[in-house]
């Protein structure tokens, strides 16, 4: 099942085995699973990280085995493979261009009553093309940073027009909340993971899947009707009901960064290539838009209520 994020098709999700070889669970008692078909490993012979076939886990690049039965394998130090220092300086450097688009986009482009339709055609066009070159990074089957930048850049057009629109029309200050709550997420997510209390599995990526899905599926619906039966559609976006689905959205989202870092742990442990971490650092930023996103929808909705 491919994931809303479209990153998490080409890093770590085998359309066959599901996500990160949870299809297949060793018995409990027994020895820790090793992993097969590593494409990183640099050959078999005499190396100390080939691994013995018939391993339910085959085919799964950064197949990692289950905590309780053992610790991760580390890859074997080798040129060309990511680092932690890679994801952070490739994803500081697309998030970086976001928000510097996002402010040149809030002071350049005016939303008061005589330019609020230009600069909002030009933030919905900027999403669109953003969107498209979302789309393209996710069929490649190597990570583009021109395109990863690219799509960075126009989301940040999109991003400061709907953030300017929401902090002067509707919400004072509701751009800076929303970055706080997404900072909040982030490192709350962040903390829980590593100290093991958010456990990434078969179960939760099932979960997290059909939830996002239904999600999505609810919020096309009300689009729908609101695009051709005028008003709010459903009532999905706005009212109480807003509310509720705001915060489904940004669970939702804190599931997600979850699932991001168990992707950036399982190619820190299997050797991923370098240029991996530009798809590290996609998948981080998408999430992080959609956390954004779903704040400032909220903020907006609570006091649009007022």
Known sequence: MRSRNPVFSRRGFSRDNGYAGFNAA????GPAVATQANPYAQGTQGNPYAQPAGNPYAQNPYAQQDQQFGAPPQAPPAAGRMTMDDVVIRTGSTLGLLVVTAALAWALLPVDDANIGRSYGIGIGAALIGMVLALVQSFKR??????????A???GVFLGVVSSVVDNRIADGAAMQAVIGTMAVFAGVLI???AGWIRVNRRF???VMAAALGFVFLMMVNMLFAVFGGGDGLGFRSGALGVVFGIIGIILGACFLALDFKQVEDGLAYGAPREEAWLAAFGLTLTLVWIYLEFLRLIAILNSND
Do not use: H, R, V, W
């Not at 190597?142 to 799509?151: D, E, F, V």
């Open 142 to 151: 190597k990570a583009s940073p021109a395109l990863i930048l690219s799509y």
């Open 153 to 155: 850049a126009f989301e």
């Open 205 to 207: 990526y099932g979960f």
């Open 26 to 29: 060793p018995q409990a008692g």
């Open 192 to 194: 829980a993971y590593k």
